[in-house]
């Protein structure tokens, strides 16, 4: 489990011309909630921040996070949850926690690291990774940084699932469909297999214009009357 540790300042003062003069003077806006709990708005400085989120892009980090309100601090665990990005520059302009308890369990999202090349992409087969994380329930001190999947057994046509991958000890997924399908090795489809398709497709196509056509009911035959008796 990665953990690291933050830094924050409780906001009293909320609004947009508020942030932008906070953002300026170095600091990034966030709020920090939870289960049962208060929302409260918070400030981060801005380098220790974009060092922690450097951290959390490589995987799940729990932060024991202390929020100084005056001369006060509390500390608690949370866990990045969403992180705000200027369209145009790419800088983080807010960020999201949500609180969690040490012992008691909460679900999050990890994600999931692929290991190995498969044996089946020598062979002209291709990797489908189907996910790219999995959504798992433990206590806060059991939270892996990433989970592994292990392709470099994957022959052409063979498949891996929820079943393949080691959830350490204390970690569950909550999908409980073991045969998910989380990646496969397919065999490329060739130009010449897309162009038979198209064909098919099209002969099929018009095959029931033709059907349509003959399907035009004739006119009944008029009979010409009897002459009327004189």
């Known amino acids: 489990m990665a953990m690291t540790e933050l ?24 709020v920090i909630y939870g289960k049962g709990l208060e929302t409260r708005s918070i ?12 951290a959390a892009r490589r995987g799940t980090v729990v932060v024991k996070m202390t929020v100084q309100d005056g001369a006060e601090g509390k ?11 200027h369209p145009l520059t790419g800088r983080v302009t807010h960020v999201d926690f949500y609180e969690v308890a ?28 189907v996910t790219r994380s999995l959504e798992i329930e433990c206590t806060p001190d059991q939270v892996p940084e990433y989970l592994e999947l292990d392709v470099a057994s994957l022959g052409v046509g063979d498949t891996l699932h929820l079943a393949d991958v080691h959830f350490p000890e204390g970690v569950t997924p909550i999908e409980k469909d073991l045969r998910m399908t989380l990646a ?38 008029v009979k010409p ?6």
Do not use: M, W
């Open 7 to 30: 830094t924050a300042d409780r906001r009293r003062y909320t609004g947009k011309e508020i942030n932008k003069k906070r953002r300026v003077e170095g600091k990034i806006p966030g």
């Open 43 to 54: 400030e981060f400085h801005c380098k220790p921040l974009e060092k922690f989120l450097a």
């Open 75 to 85: 500390e608690s665990y949370a866990v990045l949850k969403e992180t705000q990005l």
């Open 102 to 129: 040490l012992g008691k369990k909460f679900r999050v999202e990890v994600p999931l690291r692929i290991k190995g090349k498969a044996i089946g992409i020598e062979l002209g087969g291709v990797l489908d990774v």
């Open 184 to 221: 496969a090795v397919h065999t490329p489809r060739t130009e010449t297999a897309a162009a038979t398709e198209v064909s098919a497709e099209g002969a099929e196509v018009a095959s029931v214009a033709e059907g349509k056509a003959k399907e035009v009911k004739p006119q009944k035959e």
């Open 225 to 230: 009357q009897k002459d009327a008796k004189k």
